[in-house]
């Protein structure tokens, strides 16, 4: 199901398919430094949890399609948090990328192919460390659905 997407459908990818998505981002290059940080916050997590900034403001995942959202802001906690794996695809479902918007801020991207469902995750450079700063869960978006570029 959509809504436990990130915690219980990422599992770990080839290591060729993880280079390859890891690295390119529409013509720019990933900063090394972040993609060896991303590598481990996927991989140990006791690096996950110390570098994710609690609470972690965000949206949560869609509860459907009547999906509305308060006026107040909503912040996902530690105690609650459910771990974060390599993110996989076999069936070709899904559509990610990486968005740098600027060197110390990059967010990574998830749509489920030819809908509005996008999840979406926002990593900062704080010091000399990255960290997760923002996560919304799969949901809706007013965006255009992007195109597959396999």
Request: charged share 25%.
């Amino acid at each position: 199901m959509i809504l436990s997407f990130t915690s219980e459908s990422c599992q770990s990818k080839s290591a060729s398919t993880e280079a390859e998505t890891s690295t390119e981002t529409e013509g720019d290059t990933l900063p090394k430094e972040f993609v060896t940080f991303y590598d481990r916050f996927h991989l140990d997590s006791a690096f996950q949890m110390e570098h994710i900034v609690f609470p972690l403001e965000g949206l949560p995942n869609s509860a459907g399609d009547g999906d509305t959202l308060s006026g107040e802001r909503f912040f996902w906690q530690k105690a609650d948090w459910k771990r974060h794996r390599p993110f996989t695809d076999p069936s070709n479902n899904f559509t990610q990328w990486f968005e740098i918007l600027n060197d110390r801020v990059i967010e990574h991207w998830i749509q489920m192919n030819g809908t509005n469902l996008y999840m979406k995750r926002r990593f900062a450079k704080l010091g000399d460390d990255w960290f997760l700063i923002y996560y919304q869960g799969m949901r809706p978006m007013n965006r255009e659905p992007r195109e597959s570029t396999e």
